[in-house]
């Protein structure tokens, strides 16, 4: 148990929060390795679905990151994309999912900073929510 | 409720003599006690076997998404809000529509009289002053109508039409100090892991025949998300991460849409209630963004839109 | 042995000693319907039940039946081996399952269990499986067994047929398998000529109060495209919300869909219950779907049922009248009226 490592999905938007982690990197600023980045354009791409697919693949944290409010480059993806989120992690607490388990965040592309503080902070909640126990879909559970 | 049959049948006739429509959507009797069949009236000589009573629970603005023809419909409170969704989808015009509008004083739930009788079968029923009058095999009883109507219509603010052409009935008096959010409040004060065991026990007797997403009027997607093969993001087996996520995504497309007709929980035929799931975004939508469902053709669905100031005390 | 009473004191310890042989499956109440689970305890079975929501059915052709399941995974002996899953044929006892449930597994075995073709879990579970069942003293108001080639008290389809004579059960072995049963049954003495009477006075009584729905000689009469073509269809196909409801609740319906589910380097093949009613059951991988509206899915029901599957195997048709998809049909479609009108030709309104 001690040497679990949580496996986190980030979906960061291309052009604030994926050009922010990019400049984490090149400023060799550290954050913790258990951060799998998927790139979508915009964080107002980001489904539900996705979600709950990360889910079902037995993810022990998700983390959504976008451009802040008014800055989208699509001008205002992220502002539908709010309350998609707060309705999502609304419905997804009230069902059971464990606090610490998913996370939202504005990071601008030149936030390097920003985007290593904050991934240390989403690791740190998901390695306290523990490994992923419920909602996974590995075989089928049929009699 | 009775006295509704005849303005139905009338106001039917007339449409087809003024040829106004062509068809009438409302309901006929049903077969066995406590259902009634939804029906489509296409000329003047069925019209005789349009029918209304207490057992009206269907919407029948589900039948209403890609038509193309004119027709009237009976709607209730609810099923006229879950018009005013399909308006604002653009699933049907108005012009298309003539609403019949029926103010409502709630529907019977057939279950709970089925839990009222402890294994009897109600084979024949009627309705008289406030009194459910259930007959079986070797009993009868009258039952306090107030005391068995579905769990929605218990709680509904909404009993009269807010959007019609004419009415088929006077309105009534809507409810008032009605705590809509009990059930949800009760849910909210469990601990993750409560809540968890909360909806496995819920829905663990589901049989994914898919009847509550079937009967939803605002369920209407050419291909929905459980049929998606490519990927694949349900299984279609009743796994039990399978069918959470069933149930889950659909309440969540149902996010500021759901007008809570109770149709769902109606038609699923092993009696879950499906509602403790869209009950929670409905509480949610009205609280974060003052928005309730289907109550006007000048706003856009909660999702369909935003405001520079959407409260998003969670997001770093 | 081919017949005895269990007085209803002596029945759960019978229960028991059956349950040291057999897993036995009786209805359970669980939550506000009762459905065939395997018992724990003797006492779990309800035979005060009507009839269970789901058909039994699932006990011999489950929602999800495991195929087969593969792996790639490497350092795997088996990896790359398409392998069968193994599944538990230790003999099972059904209790209390209903004549007209029992029936339709006869009118199931045509599809399963052909000359040339047979479901190997199907067969293997009909053969070691004894179904005891219990006749329907009280039969509902949406039951019409007798409307359709069986009865509340038919034992065909049956190895023990159970009637309730009010302190006791009278027990009836049918087929040899219930005949061995019975003689190893603990807790039964001779039927006495008063609870002989009982029965056969209970069993007149449940028929009769059966009337005749609809007439499947008319039916059978009928031209089948002539029925295909009826105007009729449109009518009864207005309100029905292709739900797979009463595909699944229904004993003779058992049409499935085979689909591979995987999980990263391994998986399995399962058979899944469908339903004709779902808009995707006869989509082609070319795209064309021949019943693509509801009212050709509707009319397909119907006529598969009480048209086709008579035709084909020359026999009756293929429903036993449980009543179940009247029951739990969200728009109340009732097959009985349906078949009214099919078998006169024309649009009854009841």
């Known amino acids: 148990m001690s040497d679990w490592e949580p496996k986190i999905v980030a979906f960061l938007c291309n052009w604030c929060s994926y050009g922010g982690a990019d400049l984490a990197g090149v400023s060799r600023l550290q954050y913790p390795a258990n951060i799998r980045i998927i790139r979508v354009p915009c964080s107002g791409r980001v489904n539900p679905k996705f979600i709950l697919a990360t889910l079902r693949h037995g993810a022990d944290g998700i983390w959504v990151s976008g451009c802040h409010p008014g800055d989208c480059h699509y001008i205002e993806g992220n502002l539908y994309a709010r309350r998609k989120f707060t309705l999502l992690r609304s419905l997804l607490e009230h069902t059971g999912i464990e606090p610490g388990r998913l996370h939202f965040s504005w990071i601008s592309s030149a936030e390097a900073t920003k985007f290593a503080e904050t991934a240390r902070t989403v690791v740190e909640a998901v390695r306290a929510a523990g490994p992923a126990r419920h909602f996974i879909k590995k075989q089928a559970e049929v009699d | 409720m009775r006295a509704y049959t005849e303005k139905i049948r009338e106001a039917a006739k007339r449409l087809f003599a003024e040829k106004r429509v062509d068809a009438v959507i409302g309901f006929r009797k049903g077969t066995v006690p406590f259902m009634n069949e939804p029906f489509l009236a296409k000329d003047v000589d069925q019209v005789d076997q349009l029918y209304w009573d207490s057992n009206c629970g269907v919407n029948l603005a589900n039948y209403l998404p890609k038509r193309t023809d004119r027709v009237a419909i009976v709607a209730k409170g609810c099923d006229s809000r879950n018009i005013v969704v399909q308006l604002l989808e653009n699933q049907i015009k108005r012009e298309q529509l003539v609403i019949l509008g029926a103010p409502c004083r709630g529907m019977i739930d057939r279950r709970r009289i089925a839990a009222e009788l402890k294994g009897k079968e109600a084979l024949q029923t009627n309705e008289a002053g406030g009194k459910i009058l259930v007959a079986g095999r070797d009993f009868e009883t009258a039952l306090d109508r107030e005391a068995f109507l579905q769990e929605n219509c218990a709680i509904c603010i909404h009993r009269n039409p807010v959007i019609y052409d004419e009415l088929v009935g006077d309105l009534v008096p809507e409810q008032e100090n009605v705590d809509r959010y009990a059930d949800v409040r009760q849910v909210e004060a469990m601990s993750p892991e409560e809540r968890r065991q909360y909806f496995d026990t819920l829905i663990a007797p589901c049989i994914r025949c898919y009847a509550c997403r079937n009967a939803c009027p605002a369920c209407y997607c050419p291909t929905c998300f459980v049929d998606e093969a490519a990927p694949q993001w349900v299984g279609k087996t009743t796994d039990p991460t399978d069918t959470r996520t069933f149930h889950f995504l659909r309440a969540y497309h149902l996010a500021g849409r759901c007008t809570d007709c109770g149709a769902c929980e109606r038609a699923c035929p092993v009696a879950i209630k499906v509602r403790q799931f869209t009950k929670k975004l409905e509480k949610d939508v009205k609280e974060l963004y003052g928005y309730e469902v289907g109550l006007s053709l000048d706003q856009r669905p909660p999702l369909d839109t935003y405001q520079p100031g959407d409260p998003e005390p969670f997001i770093k | ?350």
């Not at chain 3, 597994?105 to 269990?113: A, G, H, I, S, T």
């Not at chain 3, 020359?314 to 349906?338: L, M, Q, S, Y």
């Open chain 3, 1 to 350: 042995m081919s017949e005895l009473y269990i007085a209803k004191e002596k029945f759960p310890d019978a229960v028991r000693r059956l349950m040291d042989g057999s897993r036995v499956y009786g209805p359970v109440l669980e939550g506000q319907y009762h459905s065939f689970a395997q018992l724990k305890e003797p006492e779990d079975a309800d035979l005060s039940f009507q009839n269970t929501r789901l058909s039994p059915k699932g006990l011999f052709n489950p929602q999800a039946e495991r195929m087969f399941r593969f792996s790639l995974a490497k350092g795997d002996p088996e990896a790359g081996i398409v392998k069968e899953v193994p599944k538990d044929y230790s003999p099972r006892i059904i209790l209390g399952i209903r004549p007209c449930d029992a029936v339709a597994f006869q009118l199931d075995d045509k599809n399963f269990d052909t000359e040339t073709i047979q479901d190997p879990w199907w067969v293997k579970r009909r053969e070691t499986t004894t179904m005891v069942g219990l006749a329907c003293n009280s039969p509902c108001g949406t039951c019409f067994c007798t409307s359709v080639g069986t009865g509340p008290f038919d034992p065909a389809g049956l190895d023990v047929l159970l009637t309730d004579v009010g302190a006791g059960y009278v027990a009836r072995g049918i087929t040899e398998k219930g005949k061995k049963l019975l003689s190893g049954m603990v807790g039964g003495s001779e039927v006495s000529p008063r609870a002989a009477a009982k029965a056969a006075e209970l069993k007149k009584a449940a028929e009769g109060s059966l009337g005749k729905v609809f007439d499947t000689g008319a039916l059978a009469k009928k031209s089948m495209l002539e029925l295909f073509n009826a105007s009729f269809w449109d009518e009864i196909q207005f309100s029905c919300i292709n739900c797979g409801t009463c595909t699944f609740l229904c004993p003779t319906c058992w049409c499935f869909d085979i689909q591979d589910e995987t999980c990263q380097e391994s998986g399995e093949r399962l058979r899944l219950w469908d339903s004709c009613m779902f808009p995707l059951f006869t989509l082609h991988g070319s795209g064309h779907n021949p019943r693509a509206q509801k009212l050709q899915r509707v009319r397909q029901r119907f006529m598969h049922k009480l048209k086709y599957y008579p035709e084909k195997y020359k026999g009756g048709v293929a429903c036993v009248g449980c009543g179940r998809c009247v029951k739990a049909c969200p728009v109340n479609i009732d097959i009985r009226r349906v078949a009214r009108t099919m078998s006169a030709g024309c649009s009854c309104p009841a």
